[in-house]
């Protein structure tokens, strides 16, 4: 009876030295979400209050679609312009929020990875944003300003009535969103491929032989997540095939130095 109240401490001890680093982690947890949320409110603000200079710029492109003195954006219903400045703000604040976000999320994670490991992910922290930004640049300068040129087009008079474009302001920011996100995150395919090749999930020869079938899902990719039109399919589609191409390179590169490491 008396050895097992003198285990019994012992066990106690044990149980609290378990849940203490738990305890630890929960609530470093809770500061770095605590700051993700603080910045992403002081960003919504910011771009709550130039929502109409942020909407100005998304609102170029199709500006400059239309022919010289036309077109215009309307709304339906009355408190409709009032929640498309709401969603350009977020919008905006998620773009500004996003490298404090991201790095909050590495602080969190990286004092749990070992040293080879950190080294090895924190080129893809700073290639994701990278990336992303170019996707959206490509969606922003060059496929959207073709795009709304090809909608434009079926203007014009039909039985001798005349066929107008009269975006709603809603419609168009989700569509310029749509637009800005899809190629954003199809430009991290190479994050993604890199990140499973070195956590030893997918291999180069599988990617080579599985060629054909991701050459079919990037253009159903494009099918799904663009307008139904083929000029913005391809222009997400082949973008796309060039980064898978581009990231089998980089593979062979990186399996051949660490053959090489190996060797030595």
């Not at 012992?10 to 030295?17: F, L, N």
């Not at 949320?37 to 960003?43: D, E, H, K, M, W």
């Amino acid at each position: 009876m008396s050895s097992e109240l003198q285990t019994e401490p012992e066990e106690i001890d044990e149980v609290d030295a378990s849940t203490a680093p738990l305890l630890d982690h929960l609530i470093e947890l809770r500061n770095r979400l605590l700051w993700c949320v603080l910045g992403f409110i002081i960003a919504f603000g910011f771009c709550f209050y130039f929502a109409t200079e942020i909407f100005a710029f998304l609102v170029h492109p199709l500006q400059e679609a239309f022919p010289p003195g036309q077109g215009r954006l309307i709304y339906t219903q009355l408190y409709e312009a009032f929640f498309v400045e709401i969603k350009v703000g977020i919008f905006g604040a998620f773009v500004i929020a996003f490298p404090l976000i991201a790095c909050q999320i590495w602080l969190f994670v990286a004092p749990g990875l070992y040293k080879n490991e950190r080294g090895a992910f924190l080129p893809f922290l700073f290639a994701t944003p990278v990336l992303f930004t170019l996707g959206a640049a490509l969606a922003y300068f060059v496929v959207m300003p073709l795009a709304f040129e090809f909608f434009l087009d079926y203007q014009g008079e039909v039985s001798g009535l005349d066929q107008e474009a009269l975006p709603a302001i809603g419609e168009y920011l989700s569509l310029v969103m749509r637009f800005i996100i899809v190629f954003g995150l199809a430009f991290l395919l190479p994050v993604l491929l890199l990140l499973l090749n070195r956590a030893g999930l997918v291999g180069r020869a599988q990617l080579i032989r599985a060629r054909k079938y991701i050459i079919v899902g990037v253009f159903v990719i494009a099918a799904i997540f663009t307008p139904p039109d083929p000029v913005t399919q391809l222009m997400l589609a082949v973008p796309l095939l060039l980064l898978f191409e581009m990231t089998l390179v980089i593979i062979w590169f990186t399996d051949r130095r660490g053959k090489k490491d190996k060797e030595t």
